[in-house]
């Protein structure tokens, strides 16, 4: 089973600014998808990272907000641009080998903004 | 990608066996059934997969009727730790798909 580890774990930031959220995989895995959880919801696909091509946004998301970047199989980086106390949450990175086989999570970023 | 639907909450106590089912009419042919655990402060865990009939292992069974159309994930003997969300999702695993959860169970032990 593939391990991921994301970081950093949390952050608060302030208003207007910008944080990237690392996600690295000790495996290739095919696929990586960002997640974003409020609390008490669900999980909420953002997008597919895509390697080494633009990333594949859920509805609701844009590139411009959510720049997402795959430079190979065990990296991803989803950056949250602009911030807004809106983007609270946590983000969570995953990965699988092909779709809808098992799924593995990174512990998620906690993220709170002011 | 097929709806799921499933209890919103539960609440068992320890030593109990919990049934979780799914309702999923729109199953495909090639879809298979995974289920998920989420601790809090925790992302999904993977739990049990299967495509019909019965699957078990170490953590739980996965009970799938001839038509396809629900499943129910079997917890034997829950204890405090076994609360906490479970999710059901179905999908063909041999193609390149976005992973969509639903709305999930939320499972509460009670001592």
């Known amino acids: 089973s593939a391990v991921i580890s994301q970081k950093p774990s949390r952050d608060i930031c302030q208003r207007g600014t910008s944080l990237t959220i690392q996600c690295q995989v000790d495996s290739q895995v095919t696929m990586m998808f960002w997640y974003r959880q409020q609390p008490g919801q669900s999980l909420t696909l953002i997008a597919t990272?895509?390697?080494?091509?633009?990333?594949?946004?859920e509805s609701g998301f844009v590139i411009d907000k959510f720049p997402i970047s795959r430079p190979n199989l065990t990296f991803s980086t989803l950056t949250v641009s602009n911030m807004s106390p809106e983007d609270s949450s946590i983000y969570l990175c995953?990965?699988?080998?092909?779709?809808?086989?098992?799924?593995?999570f990174g512990s998620g970023t906690q993220l709170s903004v002011l | 990608l097929a709806k799921t639907t499933q209890p919103i909450s539960m609440d068992s106590y320890e030593g109990q066996e919990v049934n979780i089912t799914c309702s999923h009419n729109n199953i495909a042919t090639n879809d298979y059934i995974t289920w998920y655990q989420q601790f809090p402060s925790q992302g999904p865990r993977f739990i049990i997969q299967?495509?019909?009939t019965k699957v078990t292992n170490e953590v739980a069974s996965l009970f799938i009727p001839a038509d396809r159309k629900s499943s129910t994930l079997s917890l034997p003997r829950v204890s405090l730790s076994d609360t906490a969300v479970y999710y059901c999702l179905v999908g063909d695993v041999g193609r390149d798909d976005k992973i969509i959860f639903g709305k999930g169970t939320r499972l509460h032990i009670l001592p």
């Open positions: 995953s990965g699988t080998g092909t779709g809808n086989e098992k799924l593995f």
């Open positions: 299967g495509y019909k």
């Open positions: 990272a895509n390697q080494g091509s633009e990333a594949t946004y």
